[in-house]
């Protein structure tokens, strides 16, 4: 019976009479006597993990609770990891296991050391099955001590013999198979895995399971076999998947003894069941019986989607995308599951990173330097073509909705692939839309928010996706439902992509411009986001206005063209300040740059500042300013020669002085036969009549 409250209060504060110490072996008493209701158990072993918490913190203390802790208390603790203990006391029991090996430090390595060695010397099959089960718990608390244990002279070799014996526990080898699973995760382990476990792996996973019961049906058709047993089946097809999963873990990740194969002798042997073959077998149990060994059905298979030619069969299968999306959408928050769901789609999602010419070269040189002396082209089902079309079908499975809701509650392991799959979802301009209805925008908002600055990389990848969506979306759909985050949450991610990654090896300016183009487009709405944009990156702006990327610049230059809309972005220019003035002196060198999309940039600021009379003396007072307005009314391009109009007629319908200096200026620089010559030169309607009106005001106005 579960203790009642007040029970459970006079317990705790019989507890609290005692020191330190007492209180530890109290707890590893009842931990000792067994036979406790789990919910019991595992409140021990918080109350455990607690203490070893506290005395590790503690650095007064005068005795710490790890010297009555000996291999008897160990073996106690360690004891509860067993695979056939509830679920519940294994979770609480492996964070109990990390708080001793954290507080007890080389000691705690050393009686694990001891437990692990103890248990595999004495050989019977339930120390065995404890001593795996605790190997594959604490490998991923404790890799390096777990590895030198696991890496020990002799013990790799005896699993061989162990696992093919006539009579063998279903236990023991799945506690093995579990604990070869998690080892795979180290190269070192992998080797040595491939070394002495392949080749009865293989014989795992290539056994028919229902061909002993075949055989001894044929031999006694009368004989009953009960469903499970032994005598029925060797190997159950939750071992055989456990099996295929390390299999897949080698086959795709090939230790360094099979590249070191391939490059003396130009290809790896090939193994007896292919990676190709594994990925047909977690598919079919996938789709047969998603329930049975799913969770390492999904493993496999993310392993297996790191290869080119199973990304495409994958992908192509659409029952198969379908029932991932809904094992994803049933899978537990923060479990293997769902990581291991998340990856297969980042596989399938994944473009390759973008190369320098430099980058190009370098990777020719690696490949010609190995020992097979070819370049060794690219596989193609990797291209951007290939990878787009992939992308297209998972959006299609409908992962968009599934990703939303686990970014709400998933780990930040989780958090960062759900933003790669998103990412690589929004290259494809089609999908940009759909994206945004389904949510993307607020999740990618939420991202860069919640992930941590450890994970810049992740950061910048949620807000570049950020910044896609939004260039291809019209602002007031995305933000103008009544769940849609405000549309000024989605300037401060955008921003952070102004400046350069820091941590990058190469320049990439892709995001920036991608940045610049969303701003640009938020720019267009509203005053209130005209006036956040300013206020937080206005000087990050004006250095990229100066870029020596053409396209930088210019998305700048547009961004700053919208900007100028608002009164405060007006103020920039027109103030009486030398700041000001110097920007306007940039804008008029803009505004003759080389570049035509600049050129027309600066000249659509131009047309909207020089309705100010300050904007206008600026000009007219700066050298060369009136021959570059009159310049861009000399272009080829229409659009130019409206905005050269549209900045002439501002400036000569201007009043007082500022207009006189304005109308004098252009008189004294040919303003009159060039406003003539686009007038003639021009064919839209628009251009004409904004020239003819420019024309007349400097005529009709003798100053």
């Known amino acids: 019976m579960d203790e009642s409250p007040i029970s459970l209060t006079s317990n705790l504060?019989?507890?609290a009479k005692l020191s330190n110490v007492e209180q530890t072996q109290l707890i590893l008493a009842r931990l000792m006597e067994g036979g406790q209701e789990d919910d019991d158990t595992c409140r021990e072993l918080?109350?455990?993990?607690?203490m070893l918490n506290d005395d590790t913190q503690n650095k007064d203390k005068e005795q710490s609770i790890c010297d009555v802790i000996d291999d008897v208390c160990v073996d106690t603790i360690l004891g509860y990891l067993d695979m056939r203990q509830p679920d519940s006391v294994r979770s609480h029991a492996i964070v109990s296991t990390s708080a001793y090996l954290k507080a007890a430090g080389e000691k705690g390595n050393e009686a694990l050391r001891k437990f692990f060695s103890d248990r595999v010397e004495r050989g019977t099959y339930d120390d065995y099955i404890v001593a795996f089960c605790v190997a594959a718990s604490v490998f991923p608390i404790a890799p390096a001590v777990t590895t030198d244990i696991f890496l020990s002279e002799g013990?790799?070799?005896?699993?061989?013999?162990l696992?093919?014996?006539?009579w063998k526990s279903r236990k023991v080898e799945t506690a093995c198979l579990e604990m070869l699973n998690v080892a795979s995760m180290n190269s070192q382990c992998r080797e040595a895995i491939q070394k002495y476990c392949a080749d009865w792996l293989e014989e795992v996973v290539d056994q028919d399971p229902d061909e002993m019961a075949k055989a001894m049906y044929t031999t006694d058709p009368e004989i009953?076999?009960?469903?499970?047993?032994i005598a029925m089946r060797r190997h159950s097809s939750a071992v055989q998947n456990l099996a295929a999963v390390i299999l897949a873990k080698l086959r795709a990740v090939p230790s360094s003894a099979q590249q070191t194969a391939e490059g003396s002798e130009g290809r790896i042997q090939q193994a007896n069941t292919s990676i190709e073959d594994l990925s047909k077998m977690f598919s079919t149990m996938i789709l047969k019986d998603p329930e049975q060994g799913k969770r390492h059905s999904v493993e496999g298979l993310a392993y297996a989607t790191i290869q080119p030619g199973i990304k495409e069969e994958v992908a192509q299968n659409k029952e198969l995308l379908k029932a991932l999306v809904k094992i994803l959408s049933d899978a537990p928050a923060k479990s293997p599951l769902?990581?291991?769901?998340l990856s297969i789609f980042v596989n399938l999602t994944r473009y390759q990173p973008v190369q320098s010419e430099e980058e190009k070269k370098m990777t020719q040189l690696k490949a010609y330097a190995n020992a097979t002396g070819k370049l060794g082209a690219p596989n193609p089902l990797n291209d951007d073509d290939h990878v787009s079309e992939r992308c297209k079908k998972v959006f299609e499975a409908g992962i968009v909705p599934v990703l939303v809701t686990h970014s709400r509650h998933g780990s930040v392991a989780s958090l960062n692939l759900i933003v790669s799959i998103i990412s690589a979802l929004s290259v494809t301009t089609s999908l940009r839309g759909q994206l945004a209805q389904q949510g993307a925008v607020n999740l990618l908002i939420a991202a860069v928010s919640a992930l941590p600055d450890t994970e810049a990389q992740a950061k910048r990848t949620a807000a570049q996706a950020l910044a896609r969506i939004l260039i291809?979306?019209?602002?007031?759909?995305v933000f103008g439902g009544t769940r849609a985050r405000p549309q000024n949450s989605a300037i401060r991610p955008l921003i952070y992509l102004l400046t350069l990654d820091p941590g990058a090896e190469t320049r990439d300016l892709l995001p920036t411009f991608e940045a610049l183009m969303a701003l640009t487009n938020l720019a267009s709405t509203d005053d209130d986001t005209r006036v956040t944009i300013i206020r937080n990156a206005w000087s990050e702006i004006e250095e990229l206005m100066l870029s020596s990327n053409n396209l930088v610049s210019k998305a700048?230059?547009?961004l700053v063209c919208n900007l100028v809309q608002s009164v405060e972005g007006i103020a920039q220019y027109a103030a009486d300040t030398p700041q000001a003035a110097n920007r306007l002196h940039i804008l008029l060198a803009l505004a003759d740059a080389e570049d035509e999309g600049t050129r027309s940039a600066a000249g659509g600021a131009l047309a909207s500042l020089t309705a100010y009379d300050a904007v206008v003396k600026g000009i007219v007072k700066r050298p060369r300013g009136v021959e570059v307005v009159l310049g861009l009314c000399g272009e080829k391009s229409e659009d130019l020669r409206h905005r050269g109009a549209f900045v002439v007629y501002n400036m000569v319908a201007c009043e007082g002085d500022a207009g006189k200096m304005a109308r004098k200026e252009i008189r004294d620089k040919n303003g009159i036969e060039i406003l003539k010559e686009c007038a003639k030169t021009s064919r839209k309607s628009e251009v004409v009549e904004v020239t003819v009106q420019a024309l007349k005001a400097l005529l009709e106005q003798q100053d």
Do not use: H, I
Not at 46 to 50: H, S
Not at 163 to 166: G, L, P, T
């Open 472 to 477: 291809s979306t019209n602002p007031a759909l």
């Open 163 to 166: 696992m093919r014996r006539k």
């Open 224 to 229: 009953q076999v009960s469903e499970g047993s």
């Open 155 to 161: 013990f790799l070799s005896t699993l061989d013999p």
């Open 556 to 558: 700048a230059v547009e």
């Open 13 to 15: 504060e019989e507890m």
């Open 338 to 341: 769902t990581y291991g769901a």
């Open 46 to 50: 918080d109350r455990l993990t607690k």
